[in-house]
């Protein structure tokens, strides 16, 4: 099978598999929106709106409106959706397809397992990144009108970027479990992953007054890259810091990818030598 015979089958797969868990999608729009507006005015349960919107504009050294803090607000929380399904989707689909539904005799016949892989780390990270903010269009537009979907646009890129990178991270990560690991249930590593690496980027909170082991294990991720890339792109446009972070995770996708590819060729190699 060539490479666009296997990302088309991908792609199908994951529209079946729309189709088939829409309510998990529906639960992936709610849930960061009522997070992001719960960030704002949750404190104002022991303070006002004017107090919490000034240690909001003294946390991120930005003057922030209601609605700037709202969007603020929304676009970081798009991160930790977007993390959670990319780490656990990609991890959880290779142990499946390769251990659970018996498809490793097909894909060997098919493809290679680095064709294969890659794959499913780049079309997984793409297709539910997209499908995981989609809740960000209505909420944009509301707060910033005809300006909203293009703030959007602009945030599903930066998000994308990161995704893929997380994506191929996952693939080497799933990889070593299945063909290196006696791990009988993937989503307890996935699920321990997704917070230590949330934890370290500095989502809400200033890098700085992050422990340093955590800030380091999540330096080598995109996230606090992303996080940063999307406190520029929301408070102060697409100034040209922007390119620091974008370099950063262009980066670490090209280290990642060539790990990817050396480890999956291995396995390949391994596995088809019995």
């Known amino acids: 099978m060539s490479i666009k015979g296997v990302l088309t089958a991908l792609v199908y797969?994951?529209?079946?598999?729309?189709?088939?868990?829409?309510g998990d999608y529906v639960t992936m729009w709610l849930l960061p929106s009522i997070y992001g507006v719960g960030i704002v005015f949750l404190p104002t349960l022991i303070g006002d709106v004017d107090f919490v919107l000034q240690r909001f504009s003294s946390l991120f050294n930005h003057v922030m409106t209601l609605t700037d803090a709202l969007v603020f607000s929304l676009s970081?929380?798009?991160?930790?959706?977007?993390?959670?399904?990319?780490?656990?989707?990609?991890?959880?689909t290779l142990y499946a397809e390769f251990k659970v539904y018996g498809s490793f005799t097909i894909i060997l016949e098919s493809t290679s397992i680095p064709v294969y892989v890659l794959a499913t780390s780049v079309i997984r990270p793409l297709i539910m990144t997209f499908l995981s903010t989609l809740y960000l269009v209505p909420a944009l537009s509301i707060l910033l009108g005809s300006t909203g979907l293009s703030l959007y646009l602009q945030l599903l890129a930066a998000l994308t970027l990161s995704s893929l990178v997380l994506g191929v991270l996952s693939g080497i990560i799933g990889v070593l479990i299945v063909f290196y690991t006696n791990v009988k249930r993937p989503w307890s590593v996935s699920n321990t992953i997704v917070p230590i690496l949330l934890s370290g980027?500095?989502?809400?909170?200033?890098?700085?007054?992050?422990?340093?082991?955590l800030r380091?294990?999540?330096s080598a991720t995109p996230i606090p890259y992303t996080?940063?890339?999307?406190?520029?792109?929301?408070l102060k446009g697409f100034p040209p810091e922007v390119y620091t972070p974008l370099t950063v995770i262009s980066m670490l996708f090209t280290a990642y990818y060539l790990v990817a590819v050396s480890?999956?060729?291995t396995v390949d190699t391994r596995v088809r030598r019995g």
């Open 263 to 265: 480890i999956n060729k």
């Open 13 to 22: 797969r994951e529209v079946a598999w729309l189709k088939r868990f829409i």
């Open 227 to 234: 996080v940063e890339l999307i406190q520029l792109v929301v």
């Open 216 to 218: 380091a294990i999540a």
């Open 76 to 92: 970081l929380s798009a991160i930790l959706t977007v993390v959670a399904v990319t780490v656990g989707d990609v991890v959880q």
């Open 201 to 213: 980027a500095g989502v809400y909170i200033p890098l700085q007054l992050v422990p340093l082991v």
